[in-house]
């Protein structure tokens, strides 16, 4: 009930907010009534998107970018902000190749991880390092870092959803899949 108390409240907040901004400029006619602000706010993002995906707004906002990414301290924020903003907006699935265990934080322990990328830095015996995101529980957003080799992980079965769903439970919620079987490991 806690979330969803959290919720009303502040989308309640924001529709009493936009119907106090808008409401004396829209009185005596019919479109003076309660919830006026949060139908404006909702059209108007509608349109935004409209006019961003068309060309002509893909166009625009690829020349936004590349004014924004010349200005020697704006270029620093925007980037972070645009790289921060499309790793959030790809779906999971697209962004981890596969489920992993990894040896973490010691050798013995076993730590859920999932592969990110690959360097392209080789190491001295030309093989590159794979990168493994291995992620706190219950929080994923937080988590490690660890740039290991090919031998270094143990493949498993694990669908990056189930993965998800034992972290985010704390392990409660085991995954369906496990180890693969057969290969080195």
């Given at each position: 009930m806690?979330?969803?108390g959290i919720t009303f409240i502040i989308l309640r907040t924001v529709v009493v907010f936009l119907d106090e901004i808008l409401r004396p400029f829209l009185e005596n006619t019919y479109l003076d009534f309660p919830g006026i602000g949060l139908v404006t706010l909702l059209i108007g993002l509608y349109l935004i998107g409209a006019i961003?995906?068309?060309?002509?707004?893909?166009?625009?906002?690829?020349?936004?970018?590349?004014?924004?990414t010349r200005v020697p301290v704006v270029k620093s924020i925007y980037v972070l902000a645009r790289q921060a903003?499309?790793?959030?907006?790809?779906p999971m699935e697209r962004k981890v190749s596969r489920v992993v265990f990894i040896e973490w934080p010691r050798p013995g322990f076993m730590a859920l991880g999932f592969v990110t990328g690959q360097t392209s830095s080789l190491?001295?015996?030309?093989?590159?390092?794979?990168?493994?995101?291995?992620?706190?529980?219950?929080?994923p957003t937080s988590g490690?870092?660890?740039?290991?080799?090919?031998?270094?992980v143990i493949d498993t079965d694990?669908?990056?959803?189930?993965?998800?769903?034992?972290?985010?439970?704390?392990?409660?919620?085991?995954?369906?899949?496990?180890?693969?079987?057969?290969?080195?490991?």
């Open positions: 806690v979330p969803l961003v995906s068309a060309r002509l707004g893909r166009r625009a906002f690829d020349v936004q970018g590349a004014v924004l903003t499309d790793a959030l907006s790809t190491d001295e015996d030309g093989s590159s390092r794979l990168i493994v995101y291995v992620p706190t529980v219950p929080n490690n870092l660890a740039f290991v080799t090919e031998a270094d694990i669908t990056v959803e189930e993965a998800m769903k034992t972290v985010f439970s704390g392990g409660i919620v085991p995954p369906d899949a496990g180890l693969r079987t057969g290969g080195d490991h």
